[in-house]
């Protein structure tokens, strides 16, 4: 397995875009958005779209996944997915997901000049490192890093993904 506690990437174009038009038709379809949820302040987040079972969400989901997994040698399984939008003023409190999954992946929709995501590579949280918001630039990183992010004043959007190890037997 090669597979670092932090890992930057890109995606390409054809990923973010239908992300971002599945976003916009969750927004007009469903009444499923949450407000100021979690740790989401000023925006909306789906739920798991995982649980919507969209045929074509599993397809380029799956081609993803199969990217990380080439990269680090092992394989895994989604926990959950969701898209957010911060709107004016939205910002993420600190927080850390190995209550729920290995590895969690942040995907930028957009770029914007702000609202970057922070992230503490020690206890000590003396080591921060800054990720501004670039069209396809994606964050692989443990789940156990404390993590947040600032304020916006432009609507950012995200995938952000959750994943386990893959223990079935067999693999």
Partial sequence: ???????????????????DKKFEIYKQKFFLIEKNSSATYNGVQTPNILNLNENDV????NYFKEKIEKKCGCKFKYHWVHLIEYEYGGYQLEHSHDHNEDFS????????DDGETYFYLNKKKNV???????KGKSIMF???????ANKTTKN??????????DKSPGL
């Fill in 1 to 19: 397995m090669d597979l670092p506690a932090f890992y930057e990437f890109f995606v390409d174009d054809q990923f973010i875009d239908f992300f």
């Fill in 105 to 112: 992946i942040i995907v930028y929709l957009n770029n914007c």
């Fill in 128 to 134: 921060i490192e800054k990720i501004f918001p670039r």
């Fill in 58 to 61: 599993y397809e380029i989901l």
């Fill in 156 to 165: 950012k959007k995200v995938l952000v993904l959750g994943i386990n190890y």
């Fill in 142 to 148: 443990l789940s156990s890093i404390l993590h947040g």
